[in-house]
């Protein structure tokens, strides 16, 4: 197949934006930045952690012994509440050139474990569950009173992360961010010319090709996606259609983190190294609409392309131009296919 071997550029239907390919770039000699793999052992509980249970944190509250997750409001939040807010911003829509809006939301940590020194792929089924239903009920909590709920996690010094116990993020906001925004037109694009969601047809199609499936159950399913950005971009997919988050059934979320295990602990062998990533999840936002269009997603984003230590850079003409990828979403998918 053409496609394969020669540089071509793949087009990204849920963001409306095209991806260079170019195929065996990665053979390139490398005299680049090295990252340091992380390979040190963290204790089970670290007393200097300001997430394990019984310390304090930053803001002085003291966590509590908590044995499963634990979810708190983030100290240093992004957004705050309306009642936070002592001047306004007035919205200058007449000029578009200078637009600016207040903007409120809710921060919140969700606490994966009680142990400092796992992640989620050391994780049992049972236990990634629990993560699950944590997000769920953040969401469930928070919906009434915001367009959108985040729920992500930043895994990993490389990517910025600060703290090694593993955790994921909740941020509500009363506007829909762009990511979301994006996705949700080109989904509505979609279901108006076709009558029926774009990524409920993808994931069929990717069923059939095979070519960029990494692994499968009853319920979901991973793909590298025809036009995956990161070099090992993966996306998790429901086999049902399912437009929010918050409707999955127990078992739909048991079956989802016997799947994420799987995932995550392919990622883990991929460089002999715990894989850092930022994932999230991506369903419709909070607007009372049946949102038909929309079929529940997550995207799994790791920057690492070589090695432990060498990862992609999105600079240079990634910036200016498009995105490029240095081998192919087949190669990404044989590689991660052969540790499931
Ligand atoms: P990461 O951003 O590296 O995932 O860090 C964890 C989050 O935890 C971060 O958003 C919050 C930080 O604001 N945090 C607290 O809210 N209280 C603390 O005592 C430490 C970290
Ligand atoms: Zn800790």
């Known amino acids: ?73 983030n100290d240093y939040p992004a957004m705050r509440d309306e009642s936070g807010d002592s001047v306004s911003i007035e919205q200058s829509e007449s000029d578009a050139l200078f637009n600016a809006e207040a903007v409120h939301g809710a921060c919140k940590v969700v606490c994966f474990s009680p142990r400092h020194d796992l992640t989620l792929a050391q994780m049992t089924p049972e236990q990634i569950f629990q993560t699950i239903s944590a997000f769920i009920n953040q969401m ?64 069929e199609s990717e069923l059939n090709k095979k070519e960029r499936v990494v692994t499968e159950n009853n319920e979901w399913a991973v793909i590298v996606p ?3 950005t990161w070099p090992f971009e993966t996306m998790v997919l429901p086999k049902f259609h399912i437009s929010n988050m918050t409707a999955l059934t127990n078992d739909q979320i048991t079956s989802l983190a016997e799947m994420t295990q799987k995932l ?11 894989m850092p990533y930022s994932m999230g999840w991506h369903f419709a936002p909070f607007n009372n609409q049946e949102n038909a269009h929309w079929q529940l997603h997550a995207h799994y984003y790791p920057p690492l392309l070589r ?18 990828r240095d081998l192919t979403p087949e190669e990404a998918t044989q590689q991660l296919k052969a540790l499931i």
């Open 1 to 73: 197949m053409l496609l394969l071997t020669q540089p071509h550029r793949r087009f990204n239907p849920l963001k409306n934006e095209w991806i260079l390919v170019s195929p065996g770039r990665t053979k390139r000699p490398w005299n680049g930045k090295q990252e340091t793999a992380q390979t040190e052992q963290q204790p089970t509980h670290d007393p200097n952690c300001n997430l394990c249970p019984g310390n304090t944190r930053a803001s002085g509250e003291k966590n509590p012994q908590y044995t499963s997750t634990f979810v708190f409001q």
């Open 140 to 203: 469930n909590e928070l919906k009434t009173q915001h367009h959108w709920v985040q729920v992500f996690e930043n895994k990993g010094a490389l990517m910025g992360c600060s703290n090694p116990h593993p955790h994921g993020q909740v941020w509500a906001s009363n506007f829909v961010p762009n990511e979301l925004a994006r996705e949700d037109e080109n989904q509505k694009i979609y279901f108006e010319k076709h009558s029926s969601p774009l990524l409920v047809n993808y994931l």
């Open 226 to 228: 025809f036009w995956a």
């Open 264 to 274: 995550l602990i392919a990622y883990d062998r991929l460089f002999e190294t715990s």
């Open 307 to 324: 090695s432990a230590t060498v990862k992609k850079f999105m600079v240079g003409y990634e910036m200016l131009a498009q995105a490029q």
